[in-house]
Every structure is written in C-alpha cells, then in structure tokens.
C-alpha cells in the first residue's frame, strides 16, 4: 500500500484538503516536510497526543521529514478548539518546564538520530516571541476577516456559549497557529500539517496564511480523535488522563490499560496506534473472534505500545507484574516488578517484630490485611481453598506467617479467591 492508502486502511484519515493532490505529491520523488504541532499544557503527553505524533513517525517510515512543534507560545494562550471553557494560562517557566520533559517521551516516538530523514523538534516561542503585537496585526492579522474566523467550529461553539464564550486571547489562537504554518514554509520548506480533526479550522488558517503571504500551496490532513465503540473519549481512566510519563502513569498500568480494552475497540487501536502490518492485525482479528478469551489482540496492542512508550526492559517487566496478578508465581521477580505490583492493591503496615518466632498465624494477618472480617471466616476461606500467601496456596489452618514468607525482606503478598490483593508491608 501507498502511504495514504496504509492510512485509509488504518482509518487515520478525517479530513484532508486535496487528498489527490496529496498523494501526487507523496509520490513525487522529493520528500515532503511536514509537522504537527502539541502545546505543553502539562508536563507529559498522553495517550490522546500519540495519534497525531504516530502519524508523522508513519510519515517518517516512508522517508518524509517530520517536524514535532512544541507550543511554548502557543501554549501561553489556549486552544479552545475542543474545549467548553477558557484554559488556565501557564507562566513561562512552567511552560519551558512542559517542553523539556516531553521531549524524551518525543525521542521515543520519532526518530531523531536516523541520516536520512532525522525528525526535528522546534519550539513556535523562539519565531513568536520577538514579534510586537502591532507587527503580529500588520502581518498576520490583516490576512483574516472576523468573519472568515467565526465561521470556524472551534469558535462558533464557543461563541454560541453566552455563559462562557470566547476571550480575545484564545480567539487569537488561530492566528498564531496559522503562522507557525506560515513560518515553517518558508524556514524550512514545510508543506503539510497534521493534526487531530478538532485542529481543521486551525489548520486551514495556516493554509490561507501561506497562500496569501507568499503564494505557497500547502496541504492539511487530520487524523480522528482517539474514542471508544460508543463514541466516548479514549485514553481517560477514574483517575484522570493515562499519561506517557511512567512517574504519572506507571508501566504497568500503562499495560494493564490496554489489556483490559474493550473487544470491540481493540482492533481499531491495533491500527491506529500500532505499526503491525495488516496481515498480522487481520490474524489478531480473526484469533479475537475464534478465541475471545485468549485476549492476543488485547495483549499485542498492549505489549508494542508498552515497547513503544516505556521501552523492552519496562514492558517485560509490565507483563511479568501482570503474571503475579493472575496468579503466577514469584519466583525468580525483580523488587522493582513486585514493587509494581504493590503500587495497585491494598497496603497494610505490620511490625516485623510479629512475624519473629512463630510468627503471626494467617486467619489473624487476613483480617488484618483487610482480606477477611473475622478469624472465623478467614478459617472458612483457608478451609475452602481460597487463600494464597505469595500466590502459594494454603493448605493448614494452622499456617503462619513469619520473616521467612518476606520478599526482599518486607513484602507478603496476600490473595483471596481469584484477583482479590492485599500486601503486607513490614516497618
């Protein structure tokens, strides 16, 4: 397949200006330059933000020459493109704090340090921030009419909100965004911007920008918005966004995340977010639909965007973490991966001075690890077989636990039936 037809397959395409005029130009024998662009409101990227910066690395795949914009002006405003409310505005040393920790997670997504088409990262302050405001109305603002720019969905939403609105700062937004377009033209030969369909009206802003200012002819393509099967938002949990930083979302949630998608997702995402070819994503479908219970689409999709993200050592480390959670055994874990393990279930504290000895017996530890209500029932439980300690099960009533059961020496790991945790921690 052709780039553009790799990526209608995927589904990756939402909008494009002239998409036969695109993939003229793709096949001509000069590579294209393109960029997309991401404002730094936080200090990592998230799921959300992987779409559109895969997208340049797929471009990337095909020889083209990518360019990753971080927002340090742009991000000083807000987009409101895909928002119901005004942002908070960062200051500048939060901003330069944003870029500088997003640009590892970038390194692992493009590739900089490839001789033939190495991606660049540029920051829209360093061209942004020596303009005066009457020289940005001269030579930008003169080019729009407010008419041409209310028009655009990511305004006439807003302005249709009489409750909230629209401030003249993120009206402004536009303008800004279309001259980064403009600018990266004619520094560095940039044809093309990609980004997330809410970025459309945008992007067309920097294609009129170019057109007008230099006569430059420029292209714009947008990729779908991560959602679910029911159109809901994808990449958010109950505890907020699932973030790309492993100190914010950890390895091993990050691959729990995408194990547990939803059946009828998953293939969606094997071609969205993954670089499987389509023989190995129609063998993943075809094994879904055979086999739901294996779950090797959900595992695939996991495991290459965990590789991805965190890298090789950090997904085995994720998957094994996963083993101990449906009851594999310990032998042979890392701290750091039972640590993992930790971090997702219940944590109690246990002076280690009763586990000296004889040690404290079982029925009294699950209680007090919250595992059980009484002595009596955790009795009950033992004897029914539904007890494990450090994924053993236990046999005797009459079991204790002592500082022989501790993993590196302050750990026991508690489990009732099936995926019912808790862990002990000695102090």
């Not at 303009?131 to 407010?146: A, C, P, Q």
């Not at 055979?290 to 965990?306: F, G, I």
Request: hydrophobic share 40%; glycine share 10%.
């Amino acid at each position: 397949m052709t780039l553009l037809e790799d990526l209608r397959w995927r589904g990756l395409v939402a909008d494009c200006t002239d998409e036969t005029e695109l993939a003229t130009r793709l096949a001509a024998d000069k590579k294209i330059t393109l960029y997309s662009g991401f404002d730094p409101t936080s200090d990592s990227l998230h799921v959300g933000n992987l779409v559109p910066l895969l997208a340049l690395r797929r471009f990337q795949k095909y020889g083209h020459h990518p360019i990753a914009l971080a927002g340090g002006a742009t991000g000083m405003i807000g987009d409101p493109s895909g928002k119901s409310a005004e942002r908070n505005l960062l200051t500048t040393e939060q901003i330069a704090h944003n870029v500088h920790c997003i640009k590892g997670q970038l390194h692992r997504l493009l590739d900089f340090k490839t001789k033939t088409n190495p991606a660049r990262l540029v920051d829209n302050a360093t061209w942004t921030a020596p303009i005066t405001y009457l020289e940005f109305l001269r030579d930008v603002g003169k080019f729009f009419t407010v008419n041409w720019m209310v028009a655009k969905e990511s305004v006439r939403a807003r302005m249709e909100d009489r409750e909230n609105g629209i401030s003249y700062t993120e009206f402004s937004y536009m303008l800004l965004q279309a001259y980064d377009f403009y600018h990266l033209h004619q520094a560095q030969g940039c044809e093309l911007q990609i980004g997330g369909s809410d970025q459309w009206g945008n992007i067309t802003a920097g294609i009129e920008l170019v057109r007008k200012k230099s006569g430059g002819h420029t292209f714009g393509l947008t990729v779908p918005l991560l959602t679910k099967a029911d159109g809901t938002k994808y990449g958010k949990t109950a505890d907020g966004a699932v973030w790309l930083d492993s100190r914010k979302t950890s390895p091993y949630r990050f691959y729990q995340f995408f194990v547990q998608t939803d059946d009828a997702d998953v293939v969606k995402l094997l071609k969205t977010l993954t670089f499987l070819d389509k023989n190995k994503i129609d063998e993943l479908e075809a094994g879904m639909k055979s086999n739901p219970a294996d779950r090797a689409a959900q595992k695939a999709l996991a495991s290459e965007l965990t590789t991805l993200v965190h890298g090789e050592s950090a997904c085995a480390d994720a998957m094994r973490a996963s083993e101990i959670m449906f009851g594999g055994n310990l032998d042979g874990v890392s701290e750091e991966v039972f640590k993992d393990v930790v971090g997702e279930v219940p944590t109690k504290d246990l002076e280690k001075a009763k586990l000296d000895g004889a040690g404290t017996p079982l029925t009294e530890l699950l209680v007090h690890a919250g595992l059980a209500p009484s002595k009596g029932q955790a009795r009950k439980d033992i004897e029914g077989g539904g007890i494990y300690l450090n994924n053993v099960r236990v046999a005797e009533v009459s079991r204790a636990a002592t500082a022989g059961d501790l993993y590196f020496g302050k750990y026991i790991l508690l489990r009732k039936g099936k995926r019912t945790y808790a862990v002990v921690n000695v102090v």
